[in-house]
């Protein structure tokens, strides 16, 4: 024997899928049927507790409340000689040695460590220390080292290569270390946010471009085809 099916329409379907909605769903295997059928029924508005801050406050934005007033302002270029178009190219002789800054993290960790050594090894280079916290203009954990020019054909290649899948910085150093870091960089892999705004070149007295000291033995020769 075939029944007509029950009458639908749209208000029925919004209001049990509002009764059927997972918090509520959770609530009823929380509390109970029984108690949330009467709670469904009339459902109390939620009451603040003593004490609570209110969640919307007017007269404290330390920022006031015509900020949507304000201009769109242009910043200041930090581009060093673009402010207008150049007449004629940078001299590459700029740039005095190279950086290399490899990012890691708590999974990648020995990936950096064996690309750490194996640098180390083959390349006469400045080694720094491991930096397990975000240092200078660099977000991320790292370590560095520093190459003389005459390795560039050599160590860029090689890290191209070599990389692991880590994501390395390769900056040169001038007389503008703020543009080194933003603007003449070179990235093998993805490359990421670098906090280098802020930096400024060398104050009165300082060499003018950073010095490369280095100080590894390497002891093996590098791979060749």
């Known amino acids: ?8 329409d749209a208000a029925d379907d919004q209001h049990w899928a509002d009764l059927l909605s997972p918090q509520r769903r959770r609530f009823l295997l ?5 108690a949330a059928a009467g709670a469904l029924a009339a459902p109390a508005r ?9 969640r919307h406050t007017t007269g404290q934005s330390p920022w006031g409340y015509d900020t949507y007033r304000e ?13 207008a178009l150049p ?3 940078q001299p590459y002789t ?25 640098s180390a090894e083959r390349f006469h280079v400045e080694l720094g220390n491991w930096n397990l916290e975000p240092r200078g203009p660099h977000v991320t954990p790292s370590f560095y080292f520093g190459f003389t020019n005459d390795l560039v054909p050599v ?3 090689w890290l191209q290569l070599n990389s692991l899948g880590l994501t390395i910085l390769l900056h040169p150093n001038t007389d503008d270390p703020r543009a080194d870091h933003l603007y003449y960089a070179l990235w093998v892999n993805r490359s990421q ?6 930096m400024k070149p060398a104050a009165a007295g300082q060499p003018r471009v950073e010095q490369i000291h280095p100080n590894t033995h390497p002891s093996i020769a590098v791979e060749t085809a």
Request: proline share 14%.
């Open 1 to 8: 024997m075939s029944h007509a099916p029950y009458p639908r």
């Open 30 to 34: 929380g509390t109970g049927a029984v």
């Open 46 to 54: 939620a009451q603040p507790q003593a004490g609570a801050p209110a």
């Open 71 to 83: 201009a769109t302002p242009r910043p200041v270029s930090v581009r060093p000689g673009e402010q």
């Open 87 to 89: 007449s004629r190219p």
């Open 94 to 118: 700029r740039i005095e040695s190279y950086h290399a800054h490899v990012y890691f993290d708590e999974d990648s960790y020995e990936k950096a460590a064996l690309l750490r050594r194996w």
């Open 155 to 157: 160590v860029i290649p």
């Open 193 to 198: 946010p670098v906090n280098a705004y802020a």
